[in-house]
């Protein structure tokens, strides 16, 4: 209980934070940083999505040697435990895309030191091209659940 929560507050925290960075970067916006307030927003935006992918999946680890154990023990539990599955595959890819986010903005800095900063319209392509894989990813395994379910 204690475990949980703790996981639960820190959750909440980082909740409020990415609501409030999203609100910051909504009301008001310095022209000189636009073009990294892009890549915030999404790191908010992917962040939120992953504390809420979390928060319905809620699983535990167990390890039963030779394998590991997820056990949902969430809300999504309510819904069903496919549900639990596409919730745990949802947060693994906001962990990727959130890393790709980041290389993004690494590689933005790099590229700033010697031409000028692509614009707010490129950024947001780059972003969105760097998550097809893992639309592609949550679209298959919707796919292949579907097909498995057929007679």
């Known amino acids: 209980m204690f475990v949980l929560s703790i996981h ?3 959750l909440a925290f980082g909740f409020g934070m990415s609501i409030f960075l999203l609100l910051a970067i909504f009301r008001e916006t310095q022209r000189t940083i636009k073009n990294y307030s892009v890549l915030l927003f999404w790191c908010a935006f992917n962040d939120l999505v992953s504390i809420v992918a979390d928060l319905m999946s809620m699983e535990r680890l167990t390890i039963l040697l030779p394998s590991f154990v997820f056990i949902a023990i969430g809300p999504c539990t309510k819904i069903s435990l496919d549900f639990c599955n596409y919730c745990n595959s949802f947060f ?3 962990i990727v895309q959130s890393t790709i986010i980041q290389d993004t903005y690494f590689l933005i800095r790099y590229r700033i030191l010697s031409k ?3 614009g707010a319209f490129v ?3 780059i972003v969105m091209f760097c998550a097809l894989p893992n639309v592609a ?5 919707r796919i292949w659940k579907n097909n498995e379910n057929t007679p």
């Open 116 to 118: 000028p900063a692509p």
């Open 137 to 141: 990813h949550m679209v298959g395994l």
């Open 8 to 10: 639960l507050s820190l």
């Open 123 to 125: 950024l947001n392509m």
């Open 92 to 94: 693994c890819g906001t």
